[in-house]
Each structure stands twice: as structure tokens, then as C-alpha cells.
């Protein structure tokens, strides 16, 4: 893990760990989405019992990053603090053909390389901070939902009230 920026990004969490639970609003709505629990997470927090319902999942133990996913749909809330490493990975396994649908919950920071490697992707900026996992309080970032798969407007359909939707126009 980065330490400069895990460092970084919980200065003001009074926590040292980026590992955190998905939202439980977020999760009923993936499994709404998917109509059951996702083929793979490849960040899970546990592989006896997944905060994310999956079929398949990789924890930090494993390595999701030593994998090629495989799998029809994947759902990722990843380490934060390695998001260059992350999220264009994720990027690659689709492109690849790797997975066919992706969702992923990413801390939105547009001025990033890693950022870029997503940009055209349809995506929602969620309109209020999340509580992750057992947190007390909200996060101190904005989140983002992205999209990788045939079908935006199911996307949207079924995460659009979390926020404003975007999609990505040529200029």
C-alpha cells in the first residue's frame, strides 16, 4: 500500500486504513442491479462473509491485482489509496474482455492519470458523502459511482437518485 498516500487521504480520519465497507445502500443496489449477488469482488473484506454478496471474491490477502477476473459482472470498492493501481486495472479487464459489466465506487478526483483512464465511462457523482463500513462519521471526499458495461441506462436507472449522471461527449 502507498503509504505517502494512505497517509494523505486519512489525515483527517483519524484512522491509517482505506479498507473500508461498502455503504449498505450501495450494496442493495448493486444486488438490484444484478438481479443477486455479483460473479466477483475483487476487493472483498472477507471471503467466509462478503460484505458484498458475490459468488466469487478476492480479499486483500489475495491480491485482486495478481488475477485476471473472468467474470460477467464485478463489483469494486477498492483501497483508495491505491487507486492508480486499481482502477486502471479494472479498466484493462474490460477492455480485455475480461469482465462484461463493471461497477465500480471510486473516490472521484478528477485531476488525476487514473481518473483519465475512466473518463469516458458513464458515471454518477453521489450527492452526499458516504459512511463506509463501521465509520462514524461521513468520508471526507466525494464518491463516484462508474459504469463499464453495454447497458448506461440501467445504470442509471437504478443508481440515478444517489446523485447526478454524466456521460462522456467528444469534443
Not at 15 to 38: A, C, H, M, Q
Not at 81 to 109: C, H, T
Request: net charge negative; proline share 7%; charged share 20%.
Amino acid at each position: 500500500m502507498p503509504t505517502a498516500a494512505l497517509a494523505a487521504l486519512t489525515a483527517n480520519t483519524g484512522n491509517r486504513k482505506d479498507t473500508w465497507n461498502t455503504p449498505s445502500e450501495i450494496v442493495l443496489k448493486v444486488v438490484d442491479y444484478f438481479g443477486g449477488p455479483v460473479e466477483l469482488d475483487p476487493c472483498s473484506d472477507s471471503s467466509d462473509i462478503p460484505n458484498v454478496p458475490c459468488l466469487r471474491c478476492f480479499t486483500e490477502d489475495d491480491d485482486g491485482l495478481s488475477f485476471q477476473w473472468n467474470a460477467n459482472s464485478v463489483f469494486m470498492n477498492h483501497p483508495y489509496s491505491a487507486s492508480k493501481l486499481w482502477i486502471p486495472y479494472a479498466r484493462q479487464q474490460f477492455d480485455e474482455g475480461n469482465v462484461q459489466e463493471l461497477i465500480m465506487l471510486i473516490k472521484l478526483d478528477i485531476s488525476t492519470k487514473w481518473y483519465r483512464s475512466i473518463a469516458d465511462r458513464p458515471w454518477i457523482a453521489i450527492n452526499k458523502r458516504l459512511r463506509f463500513g463501521d465509520s462514524t462519521s461521513a468520508a471526507p471526499f466525494q464518491s463516484a459511482l462508474f459504469y463499464l458495461g453495454p447497458d448506461p441506462g440501467r445504470f442509471f436507472q437504478v443508481f440515478g437518485d444517489l446523485g447526478t449522471c454524466y456521460l462522456s461527449i467528444k469534443c
